[in-house]
């Protein structure tokens, strides 16, 4: 029976969350310990899903469900991993609930059952490989949406270069509509821009050139400094852009730099070509993939949440040149919350 859309993205989103507990596990301790809340959060959502794919009864439980579900796989046989499970639960209950860490060992087991649990599980109840799910479900922009079907594509026939490169084009294109203008600012402009962007700023030497020295009691030496001051300011400004743009999204600035790292780099030029460069020896791994996947799906889904957030109220008058609205006064106050005299129309109401 062919899967219906709504059972494809929530495994997506199963996928998703399978991948971010398994990223968390490889992060030094403690913050590793987190990652069985979210793997647990996997499978239970796995379980819930089969439990509506398969028509069995509802369980109050994570124990019941293996129970209830046993009846209608093939033969009856159970689930995989179920003790590795019931396992993985009680270390999250054990974290959640009484404060007891999980430790190295139980982490690295914990990621090994619920690989193991994903992998065999899902042909059984869903009649899919595990590794054909795809995580793009999970994302609303169309555009990055097929980029990263198509890196997932790459990624299976090996070609892991191809596929790294997808998913740097798609992380561009996640903020292309949110890189700022060129020049002047603008009023439209994205929250995400931070001002206007200097794409080809003046070196300190051409700087000191136009100050002009010897006017104003200002010599050849404070020119040069001026000059070094300004140029290592823009230069400043344009490397700390995307690690507020990441803070400001709430993505974790260090994993930025490592899809940067594991990315290649796009050197564009005019006439249209395209160079990826890579150091001699590049070739990233698949778990290097897996990571710039996780990576980029998140930031996807970052920025969908923006974009809600962002919505103006129907309100709100439409922004100026220079971003100007015109206001009007809605409330006065001159002896704290008591003193709140309201306007309407123009006119004061009764506080």
Known sequence: MPLSPDTIRRLAFIRYLHTLGA??????????????LTLQDAVESFLILATDHLGAAASKTF????????????????????QGMKRLNKARVNLKHYGAPPGTESVAMAVSDTATFMAANTMAVFGIDYESVSMAHVIVQE???????????????GDHIAAMIALLTAFEELFDPHEPAR????????????G???????????????????????NGHDCRSLGEQIEGLTRAVEELRPAVRMGALGINYSAYRRFRNLVPAALRFANGRTEYRAPEGYQPSADDFAFCLQFVVSASLRL???????????????????????????AEASNGLQGVVLYKNGSAAAP
């Open 304 to 330: 969908a949440e923006l974009d809600a957030n962002m919505a103006e109220p129907e309100w709100l008058p439409p922004a100026g040149q220079w971003g100007q609205r015109p206001w009007v006064t809605v």
């Open 63 to 82: 124990d019941q469900y293996f129970e209830k579900l046993a009846p209608h796989l093939a033969d009856g046989v159970g689930l995989a991993v179920e």
């Open 196 to 218: 206007p962007r200097v794409d080809f700023p003046l070196r300190a030497d051409k700087i000191a050139r136009l100050l002009q020295p010897g006017q104003h009691g200002v």
């Open 23 to 36: 990223e968390q596990a490889r992060l030094p301790e403690p913050m590793s310990f987190a990652c069985v």
């Open 143 to 157: 555009p990055v949406r097929g980029l990263v079907t198509k890196a997932e594509t790459a990624s299976a026939s």
């Open 183 to 194: 020049g002047r600012w603008r009023a439209d402009a994205s929250p995400l821009a931070f």
